[in-house]
Every structure is written in structure tokens, then in C-alpha cells.
């Protein structure tokens, strides 16, 4: 009996503890509940106890008991699933789920929530539809904002386009609406929702007294990364790149956006500044960060990482994590061409197309669809590598092998310009351009794609002396397009070469003339017609004025009699040349100012050229120059001849005879000279004053 009621008492306990949400209480109860001979094997004691430790994120243990407990094994379904889902074990989750048929509404939650985290959305969207048209309760907001993020997953990574089918009202619905925008290329708009989403959170949040400003800034972090996203898709990188940083500045717990903030400024860096790079690039490898991102996301950032190893000249780690990304990703060629990138930087272009040739003959299997699209970027790569060599017949071989691009416009063009670099334009040409008109017919392209390439056929076979083939090609034009009447008139001049009876006839079906000129608007044609259009209209308005003056002067001779010179005798006056500003007519330039300063006969010099004569050396060694200026040696002029002193300034030199012959010739300035001001140099102060 004393056992007994300490068994109730425990089980008191246990519901107090629970209903308190004193788990931690609970989870002692029910162990000893278990301990006891009549609690052992008791199913909702168990149950308890699975809940107070998932209530204590306790998956581990939690898992651990449940798989070691044969009774509760395959009934606790749901909890059991949501500890492997809560450890990252996705696979393992959905299997769990898929043990019984009977799904309730947790189930179903719990498995749109794997099926995404698997990146399998479409079979999430399929759950989610499902689960909000049957149920009806409080987490309805919630399942909207679940369905709407399935939605934005399908057209940013898949690029699946899809119908939200509900108007957004939370500001996580309208964050998930800007990315489903973003996935199908409306950026302007996305732009515009992330503002109105990042103001709906931030007027939510403020007028909480519980909600602190860093926990605002933490909520709009995500929000803000994504704007800078989509400015550095406008091309705006610079305000893109401030709010990245300006973000992991704040040093945010989500590890997932500071990892795809770091990821999109190695983006933007590219191959520059790269040492910012590499430190940006710590976090997105950091521990956690995998678990927490989603498939296209981790595969991006691990390419990224390859092209950073690339840039930064690090091969050998680059080969390694290539090798390990080719294994991962093998429905991506983009491991396969960075590899080949790599090897033209190592200048081994012969390399990376033997490489790139390799790839291809081990997966050219038709079956595999994702290999097709793979191929298609890898033979591109393979072509622009051939002829940067200047391989071009097998590089025209390449382009060939990809019938899906081979005849669009573009590639077209850039066929017929390597077949004529080979000399090989008239057959082949013709040749594809026929190909291309029957392939467009059967994948029933546009009208107006079908008729520039068959026009352009036609007429590249006229050119080439090939009119037949040429009128060919414009009969099945004129066929589409019985009422054109260009068609008409190159197919006439077409036959006139070859049979002219047939052109005459085909010509019967050319319109009037009348019927041409119907629309034809005169006056403009001579306004714009042609270059010589102003010229015309201006002699035709000076004819004009010709005329009104001849009849004003036929009038007056009429009225006075008088004699009045013909108007087209009369002869214009010329105007006279302009004279420039500064004119002097009386000024005589310097002779010799084309020559260089030093030639001129009244250069100085400077004061390092005066002493250029003076000899420097040893005593003795300058014996001819001290005879040279030995004033003695020489017979100078008696005093009476001697030449008067340099007059003061402002008074007149004396005679005109005594000049020195090297003295400069008097020049005259433009404008007169302007004496010059004196300069006041200040004398510097010494340590020790003046």
C-alpha cells in the first residue's frame, strides 16, 4: 500500500512539473516513475519523458532513448523524427515519417520542413497546399509564410515560376515575395519590397519596450543583406558592399547570412584585394555553417572558394578542392571549367583543351539531361579556347556539334565569319543557312527570326552568283508573306539573272506606282531626305527672296523712274579680315627669337655659366689661362680714352661710340615693359637670434 501511494505521489509530481513547464522537474519525476516494478513498462510515463528532453534540446539523448526503447520505437513517430531532423539528419527524418501512412497535421509540418531542407520543393509546396486548405487554426499566418518562402526557393534556385496566390501581410511574407521576385528578374521590384519589409519590421518591433535596438538591428540584418543583393545586381556594388560590411560589422549569431554576406563580397572583389577576401572567406568554412544553408547555396560558396584559390595563384589547393567538388557537384560543369581556367593561367592552353576534349567524350551520354546542359557550356569554353589558338576548322566543328545554339542569329554570323577566315564561304554558308531555316521551321520560331535569317540566305546567294537558290529561298518568304512587295522586288531582280521570262511575269504582281505614292508625304521628303536637304532648302529661300526683290524694284521703277542697278549685278562687299586684340602696327619683332636662348647674341647667362671659363684644379696646371687674365700684360687705353662709367639709373649714357660690341640689340615688348618690384627677402633667424 505504501508503495502504491508513493507511485501516485510521483505522478503527481510529474503532472505539477508539466504543467508548471518545469521540464527539467518532469524528466526527475518520470525517471522515477520508471525506476519503480509498476512504472517500468508504462508507455505515457515515457512519453513525458521524450518531451520534457526535447523541451530541453536534448535530441542526442533523446534519439538514443527512443531507438533503445522497444515500446515507444515505432509509436513516438513524430518525436523521433523531429530529434534526427533537429540533428541535421534529413535523409533519416523523412524515412522516419515515411514509416506510417497515416500522416496527422504535425507530421505533414514536420515533413513539407525536411522535404525543404532536402531542397526538394516542389514535393513541399505539394504539403503545404494540402495542409492549408484542410486545416484552419492559429499557425495559418505561419504556414503562408512557409508556403511563400517554397515559392521563392523554386524561382531562386530552381527557377521554377510560380503563383504565390495570396497577398502578403507580415513582413516575412513580404521578404519571402522579394525573393520569388528576384528568382524571376524583376530586381526593381524585390528592391522596393525589401524597403517596405525592413520598414514593417522595424515599425513592429520599436514600440515594444521589450525589444532592445540591437535585437531591430538583428531581425532587419536579413533583411538588408538581401537589399544589397539586389543592388549589386542593378550594379550599384559600392552601396551593396557598405551594407555588407556594415552588417558583419555588427557580428550577427546567424552564421548563414554572415556567411552569403562574406560569400557575395568575394563576389564583388573578384580577383582584386584579395587578402580581404581570404579573411571574408574564413567565414563562410566556419563550423555549423553547412548544416544551416541550403543546397545551391553551399555549392555556390564552395565555387567561389575554388575561384579564390585560383586568383590568389594557389593551385595545389585549388586542384584538391576541385577534385572534391567534381565528385560532389556532378551535375554542374562549372568544377570542370575552372579547372580549365586554371591551366590557361599556368599558360597550358594545350592542357586545358585536352582536358576540356576529355570531358566531353567521357560525357556525351544522351540520356543524361543535366550532362546535355553541362556539355553545352563546356564545348562553348572549349570552342573560345580553339580559337585563341587559332585552330578554327575544329572549333567550327564544335559549334556545329551543338545544334540547340549552332543556329541562332549570333552564332550564325560567327559561323559564316570563320568560314570565310578559311576560305571555305561560299559552299559552307550556303550550306547552314539552310540547315538554320529548317531548323527554325520545325521548332516553329518566330515569323520575324525565320525571315531575317531567310533573307539574309537569299541574300548571300545573289552575292555569290547563285540566283537560283537565292530565288528559292525568297519563294518561300513570299509564301509566309504574300503582300510584301521588298520580297516581290528582290525575287524579280533574282530570276531577271537566270530567267527573265518568269521575272516579267512575277513583275505584273508589283503595285502602281499610284498605289506607292498614296502614302508618300512630298514636303517631308524634301525636308529630310537626304545630307544635301539644307543646302536646297536654303537656295530655295534665297530664290524666293530673289524674287520678292525683283518685284519691289520693278515697282518702284514703274512708280519714280529712277534707274536702280539689278540686284544680281550687284556685287557683295568683303568684309575685311578681323584685327586680333593687342594689335601694335608699328612693332618689329625680334630676329633671333626663333633660336634658342643660349644662341642669341645678347644672352648673359646665368651666374653658373659666368664662371664656366674660370680653371679649377691644381696649382699650376691652368699656366695659358693666367696670361689670359693678367691685366698687366695687356696695353689698355689712356685715361683720356678710357670708356666713361656705366650711368646711374635714370641719367643718360655718355657717347654712342663707346658701346661694347656684344651688347644686345634694343628689342621692343608688346605693350611696353613693366618695371619689376622689388622682392623684400627676409633675413632667416639663426639658432641664435640675428
Known amino acids: 500500500m505504501a508503495t502504491q501511494q508513493n507511485l501516485s505521489n510521483l505522478y503527481s509530481d510529474l503532472n505539477k512539473s508539466i504543467n508548471k513547464s518545469d521540464y527539467r522537474q518532469a524528466l526527475k519525476a518520470a525517471n522515477k516513475i520508471l525506476h519503480t516494478k509498476e512504472g517500468n513498462g508504462d508507455v505515457d510515463t ?7 528532453m526535447l523541451q530541453m534540446n536534448q535530441f542526442s539523448e533523446t534519439l538514443k532513448f527512443i531507438e533503445a526503447t522497444e515500446q515507444i520505437n515505432n509509436v513516438l513517430i513524430f518525436e523521433k523524427a523531429y530529434c534526427q531532423y533537429r540533428l541535421l539528419l534529413s535523409e533519416e527524418a ?27 520543393y516542389e514535393e513541399a509546396l505539394t504539403v503545404y497546399k494540402r495542409l492549408i486548405k484542410d486545416c484552419s ?30 497577398v502578403p501581410d507580415s513582413y516575412e511574407q513580404l521578404y519571402n515575395k522579394a525573393c520569388w521576385l528576384i528568382g524571376r528578374g524583376k530586381v526593381e521590384e524585390a528592391k522596393d519590397l525589401l524597403e517596405q519589409a525592413e520598414a514593417s519590421c522595424r515599425q513592429l518591433y520599436e514600440g515594444d519596450p521589450d525589444i532592445t535596438a540591437e535585437d531591430i538591428e538583428a531581425e532587419t540584418s536579413v533583411i538588408r543583406v538581401q537589399l544589397g543583393y539586389c543592388l549589386q545586381i542593378l550594379g550599384n556594388e559600392d552601396k551593396a558592399l557598405a551594407i555588407y560590411n556594415q552588417v558583419i560589422r555588427s557580428r550577427p549569431s546567424d552564421l548563414a547570412m554572415v556567411a552569403v554576406a562574406s560569400n557575395n563580397i568575394i563576389s564583388i572583389n573578384k580577383e582584386q584585394n584579395v587578402f580581404d577576401s581570404k579573411k571574408k572567406m574564413k567565414a563562410t568554412i566556419a563550423s555549423g555553417v553547412e548544416n544551416k544553408l541550403v543546397p545551391f547555396q553551399r555549392q555556390i560558396i564552395d565555387f567561389n572558394r575554388a575561384l579564390l584559390f585560383m586568383y590568389s595563384n594557389q593551385w595545389d589547393a585549388c586542384r584538391k578542392l576541385l ?23 599556368e599558360k597550358n592552353a594545350s592542357k586545358a583543351i585536352d582536358y576540356l576534349k576529355n570531358f566531353i567524350s567521357e560525357h556525351s551520354d544522351p540520356d543524361l539531361s543535366s550532362d546535355d546542359l553541362d556539355l553545352k557550356n563546356i564545348k562553348l569554353a572549349l570552342v573560345q579556347l580553339l580559337l585563341s589558338q587559332g585552330q578554327l576548322a575544329e572549333s567550327c566543328s564544335v559549334l556545329e556539334s551543338l545544334p540547340e545554339i549552332c543556329y541562332e542569329p549570333a552564332v550564325v554570323s560567327c559561323l559564316v565569319n570563320l568560314y570565310r577566315a578559311q576560305g571555305k564561304e561560299p559552299e559552307m554558308t ?21 525571315f531575317d535569317l531567310m533573307w539574309q540566305s537569299s541574300k548571300f546567294n545573289l552575292d555569290h552568283n547563285k540566283p537560283q537558290e537565292g530565288a ?35 513583275s505584273k504582281g508589283l503595285p502602281s506606282l499610284a498605289e506607292l505614292s498614296v502614302h508618300v508625304n512630298v514636303d517631308e521628303l524634301e525636308r529630310g531626305a537626304s545630307r544635301l536637304a539644307p543646302r ?65 647674341s645678347y644672352y648673359k647667362g646665368k651666374r653658373k655659366d659666368r664662371k664656366r671659363g674660370v680653371g679649377k684644379g691644381t696649382q699650376g696646371s691652368h699656366v695659358t689661362l693666367s696670361d689670359t687674365y693678367d691685366m698687366s700684360q695687356k696695353s689698355g687705353p ?39 618690384k622689388p622682392v623684400n627677402k627676409k633675413k632667416k633667424k639663426g639658432k641664435g637670434g640675428w
Not at 46 to 52: D, G, P, R, T
Not at 430 to 450: D, P, Q
Not at 639 to 648: L, M
Request: aromatic content about 6%.
Open 94 to 120: 523523412l524515412a522516419t515519417i515515411n514509416q506510417t501512412r497515416e500522416h496527422d497535421i504535425r507530421l505533414n509540418e514536420l515533413k513539407a520542413q525536411v522535404l525543404y531542407k532536402l531542397g526538394r
Open 323 to 345: 577534385k572534391g567538388l567534381q565528385r560532389e557537384h556532378r551535375s554542374s560543369s562549372v568544377p570542370s571549367l575552372i579547372q580549365a581556367m586554371q591551366l590557361c593561367r
Open 472 to 506: 528559292s529561298v525568297l519563294e518561300d518568304m513570299l509564301r509566309l508573306d504574300p503582300k510584301n512587295v521588298k520580297v516581290l522586288a528582290k525575287l524579280i531582280y533574282a530570276y531577271s539573272q537566270f530567267n527573265t521570262s518568269k521575272a516579267h511575269q512575277i
Open 536 to 600: 536646297y532648302v536654303k537656295k530655295l529661300k534665297e530664290k524666293k527672296e530673289t524674287v520678292a526683290m525683283e518685284t519691289t524694284v520693278k515697282k518702284d521703277v514703274v512708280s519714280e523712274g529712277s534707274l536702280i542697278p539689278d540686284p544680281k549685278k550687284v556685287k557683295k562687299k568683303k568684309k575685311k579680315n578681323p584685327v586680333p586684340k593687342n594689335f601694335e602696327p608699328n612693332f618689329t619683332p625680334d630676329p633671333e627669337r626663333w633660336f634658342p636662348l643660349r644662341e642669341r
Open 430 to 450: 550556303s550550306k547552314l543557312f539552310t540547315r538554320a531555316v529548317e531548323w527554325h521551321k520545325k521548332k516553329k520560331s518566330s515569323l520575324g527570326l525565320l
Open 137 to 166: 487554426d492559429d499557425y495559418d499566418e505561419e504556414r503562408k509564410t512557409n508556403l511563400s518562402a517554397v515559392h521563392a526557393a523554386l524561382s531562386a534556385f530552381h527557377g521554377v515560376e510560380t503563383n504565390i496566390g495570396f
Open 638 to 676: 689712356s685715361p683720356s680714352q678710357a670708356a666713361p662709367n656705366s650711368p646711374k639709373p635714370g641719367s643718360v649714357s655718355g657717347s654712342q661710340g663707346n658701346t661694347p660690341v656684344n651688347s644686345p640689340k634694343p628689342t621692343q615688348v608688346r605693350g611696353g615693359a613693366k618695371a619689376k
Open 46 to 52: 515515457m512519453h513525458c519523458k521524450v518531451v520534457a
